[in-house]
């Protein structure tokens, strides 16, 4: 009796655990449905290209193809790598006599290696000379920051993975140490940190150089930053807002973070003195702009902002046919590029006065009829769209009155996208400090980005030249060392 109870025991138990594997299963399958169902409806701003039997539209020009060469290598195309080191290595024949042998030619085979990255340990050693009674002594190289053995170009590399290529400092350390450096994480953040000291006044010159240009852009994003007071969810975790300016004929561009506040007092703080043209999105702060409060400033609209909700909507004619016109404003412009081909910013703008005044005439006869009809609901999405459209309406035109203004925000969107990836992989600032210096980093990192300079090459051999300067040297002495005109002061001093 008692060994048929335990079978019956053993027999629940095994039935138990296949009804739990069971349950386990469902559940994944149940988030697995729901997962790509959620990736299937979301939405993106990637639009489909427009289709070849409409005659608005111009058929995109195919791209000649790249003829291979005929030496092979499967038709791949082969790059000469000319900045690369060269070392030369003579493979004789090997395991072959070559008494009497004539030497026919060589034929070069090439391999490409790499090798892991150094840490160089520079050993000054200073001499010291007694003449006359005098001490004559070398001079070792100038240490951009007091009580530290590292050099410019050790910060800048640390700067380069953690602003441009977002690598928590962390693993910046880790990544050292399985190059046989070994350095604490907090070393890093504290060179980092310092070395902002040297920056403060080239970032202030920064922002009064991006004023200096007659069109820049602007828009804020946010990070997380850790704070001495705790939230609602119980955690010292709040948003931290940086701001950001580009400069589009100077290719500068600056960050911002003040205590991560979002407030106009802020921003009328970064763009005091301004006079010419400000593009943006309609947050009220930048509306001001275009309502006359700040004398000397023209505020242009973001078309890809007010055809981002149309994009959102799928599935009502209305909302096509405006996402359809806003793109045909697109197609027009695509038609020439500025500096190519010679064509000139006065070419742009007599094509733009040509092409676009008939299709916005189009676009608002189309907003006023959906607004007008009694047949579209007031909360619906189509005519929140609607409505965001109308009100920026006024600042649509001016989009076209230049030459050389871009349609839309993207330029500077693209440069927030380096804040994104930080916030995604380095979690929070540590503190308001910590959200200062990536300002001050993302300002000069976005800068080199839009001037095609080396960034690594430029915060080494700023970092060494002005840690030297007094903290009172003129602003106007930094102002060629902004990337738009440090490649020329370099080779000056060269």
């Given amino acids: 009796m008692e060994s048929t109870i335990e079978d019956l025991r053993k027999t629940i138990r095994s039935l138990e655990q296949a009804l739990l594997d069971k349950g386990i299963e469902t559940a994944k399958a149940k988030r697995t449905l729901k997962n790509v169902a959620a990736l299937m409806e979301k939405h993106n701003e990637r639009q489909p290209q427009p289709s070849e039997s409409d005659p608005e539209f111009t058929p995109k020009k195919e791209k000649p193809r790249y003829d291979p060469k005929s030496r092979g290598n499967n038709g791949a195309r082969r790059f000469t790598h000319m900045e690369c080191e060269e070392r030369l290595i003579i493979d ?3 395991e072959v006599g070559l008494d009497g042998a004539r030497f026919l030619k060589y034929k070069d085979s090439i391999r490409y290696c790499v090798e892991p990255m150094k840490v160089i340990k520079e050993i000054h050693r200073v001499a010291l000379y007694s003449k006359d009674g005098t001490i004559i002594s070398g001079k070792a190289p100038f240490a951009p920051l007091q009580n530290s053995n590292f050099d410019g170009s050790f910060i800048a590399f640390c700067a380069q993975m953690h602003y441009m290529y977002s690598m928590p400092v962390n693993r910046i350390a880790s990544w050292l140490g399985d190059n046989d450096f070994r350095i604490g994480r907090g070393t890093i953040g504290s060179l980092l940190s310092k070395a902002t000291a040297v920056f403060a006044r080239l970032h202030e010159c920064l922002r009064l150089a991006v004023l200096e240009d007659s069109y820049i852009s602007g828009d804020e994003t946010f990070h997380k930053v850790r704070v001495e007071d705790k939230n609602e969810k119980g955690l010292k ?3 931290g807002y940086i701001w950001d300016l580009v400069a589009h004929h100077l290719g500068l561009a600056y960050f911002c973070y003040s205590q991560g506040a979002r407030s106009e007092k802020v921003f009328e703080e970064i763009i005091e003195g301004y006079k010419g043209t400000f593009q943006s999105d309609a947050m009220p702060v930048y509306r001001k702009l275009g309502d006359g409060k700040y004398d000397g400033i023209t ?3 973001c078309l890809q902002h007010i055809k981002r909700k149309f994009i959102e909507i799928k599935g009502i004619p209305d909302a096509a046919e405006i996402l359809r016109l806003f793109n045909l404003l697109y197609d027009r412009e695509h038609r020439h590029r500025t500096g190519h081909d010679g064509w000139t910013a006065e070419d742009n703008l007599k094509w733009r006065e040509e092409y676009a005044p008939p299709i916005l005439d189009r676009i608002k006869a189309r ?15 189509l005519m929140g769209a609607v409505t965001y459209a109308l009100n920026e309406w006024e600042w649509v035109p001016g989009i076209f009155s230049g030459g050389d203004y871009d349609l839309d925000n993207n330029l500077i969107e693209r440069m927030q996208r380096l804040v994104s990836l930080l916030r995604r992989n380095s ?11 990536a300002a001050m980093y ?3 990192v976005v800068s080199c980005r839009l001037n095609g300079i080396n960034v690594m090459e430029y915060i080494t051999d700023i970092l060494n030249r002005c840690a030297s300067w007094c903290p009172a040297t003129p602003l106007e002495k930094y102002r060629d060392l902004l990337p738009d005109r440090w490649n020329q002061t370099k080779h000056d001093k060269e």
């Fill in 427 to 437: 979690l929070f600032f540590g503190s308001h400090k910590g959200g200062e210096t």
């Fill in 237 to 239: 975790i709040k948003k």
């Fill in 367 to 381: 907003l006023d009829s959906v607004k007008t009809n009694p047949d579209v609901p007031k909360d619906s999405d």
């Fill in 299 to 301: 505020r242009i609209a």
């Fill in 442 to 444: 993302l300002s000069l």
């Fill in 92 to 94: 004789e024949p090997e």
